[in-house]
Structure formats: structure tokens, C-alpha cells
């Protein structure tokens, strides 16, 4: 009997590691795995946590034909190298040879890939974006990520910072400092002089509260416009919004769907759709497998 052919993903994060196994459809074989990341530890114990936490997700998948491990890691990266740079959340595995361990210790190829293009690409081939051209995706998180899928490959630019757009200027700071998680968190506790985390603030906004509700206004707003230019110098077939911060999409949704195409060409906006991320939770470590099984 011919072995299925499945790939390892990994998502590693700040605060939480997660393996899970997938095959060439896109689905999630046994249960998926996670630990804590313990960031502040020195590097060579997370990395002994993950190679550990990788041989108990290959024990589940004993009798299958396993193609690699893909990993998706908030960036900037070495992707050729497998490093992680200098990433502030992992301060203890900045420049640790990543992809060279872990292809040491396990025997396997092992690709290493920004977490937002690594999230996108799974939603290009398997998730919202299936049977797209050109898929540009925002990931709405702690941070916010931006990449894009052409023709089922990802698109790095020349020295792999394609859509690194947190750091371009908006207003009289950064855009990350007006769409994401940590920003939502800053915006009220500059209006309101309380420090709460989004999901908080979201329900504020839900149960009335008028300062969380202008900060929704803010963040919608913001993203609206990073949305108008991205598309607009893009010029993709559809766009997909994933993250932690989806779940407060009845907060803003809308009004960014409206807002944004008031700034983009008309034919653009005609056509142009967009899509909350359909792989949920899982859609971490599955995009990082595609990156083993679609690239």
C-alpha cells in the first residue's frame, strides 16, 4: 500500500510553539501539538523543546511518507539560511542556525518562511483564497503581517521583506502602531488611560463603551488605507484577512470593506473581494507544511 504523503508545520510564536501534521489537501492528521516557547530561556533549550515536541508529533505519522518540516516564524528572516534575525519576541534564538539543527537532528528537509507568508500561502491553496491567481493577505495579530501568493508561490522580493509593511509611516508613527493587537491596547489607554488587551476592548466596544468604539474607528480606518495601497500597487484577485484580531471583525469589518474601495481604481473595486481566513487556529503550522508540499 502506497504511504500518504504528509509534511510537518510548525508555528512558532513569542508566547506558544504548535506542530501539527498535514497532507497534500490541506487536512490536519492525529491532534495537533503545542508548548510554551519560554523565549527568555537561552536558545538551545527552546530548541531542545522544539526537536523534542517534533519527534512526538513524527511518532503519529509512523507509517506515512514524510516529505519535510515547514516552519513559519514571525520575521525578518534568512529564509536561504534558515535564521531567525533579529526578532525582538526571541531574543535568545536571533541568528541561531534554525533550519541546520533541526535538519541535523531529524533527517528531514526543513524550509523556514516569514509566519505571514507561511499563513497565506495555506489560505492561497487550501483555505479562502483556493483556486485564486493572486491572493494578498493581511495577518491581524500582536502585529500585523501582509504577503502575497501569485500563481500558488509566494512573493519575497529581492532581499525577502516583501510586505513587511508594519514599519511604513502612517500619521505621525508606524502603521503597526494603528492596526494590530498591541495597537488597539495603545489607542485606549491614550484615550481612556487604562491598559486592556484587545479581546477586552472589543467587548467594551460591543457593550457601548465609546472610547472602544473610537478606537475600532481608528483601526478601521488605518487599515482601510493600507489596504488601498497595497491593492492598488498590487492589484490582486482577492484579499484575505486572518489573525487573532478576526474575532473582533464585526467591530470593523465592514467599515473597512466600504472605506477602502473608495481609495483604489474602479475596476479594481469592482471586482475586488474580500475574505475573512478560513483555517482557523490551525492555520499557522498548516500554511507552514504547505510550504514543504506547494512550493
Known sequence: MKQKRVAIGVDIGGTMIGTGIVDGEGRVYASPRTIATCANEPGEVIMANLLSLLKETLTDVADSNVQGIGIGCTGPLDTKRGLILDVENLPTLN???LKETVERELSLPVVVENDANAMILGEAVWGAGKGARSVLGFTLGTGIGCALVNEGKIWRGHAD????????????????????????????????????????IAELARNGDEVALRVWDVFAEALAYALSWTVNTIDPELIVMGGSVLKSADLYWNKVNHLFRQYICQSASENMTLHPAM?????GFIGAAALILKQ
Do not use: F, M
Open 95 to 97: 541568528y541561531y542556525p
Open 279 to 283: 483555517l482557523g487556529d490551525n492555520a
Open 161 to 200: 521583506c516583501a510586505g513587511e509593511i508594519w514599519t511604513s509611516p502612517y500619521k505621525e508613527s508606524i502603521l503597526e502602531n494603528y492596526v494590530s493587537g498591541n495597537a488597539v491596547t495603545r489607542l485606549y489607554k491614550e484615550y481612556a488611560q487604562e491598559e486592556w488587551p484587545a479581546h477586552h
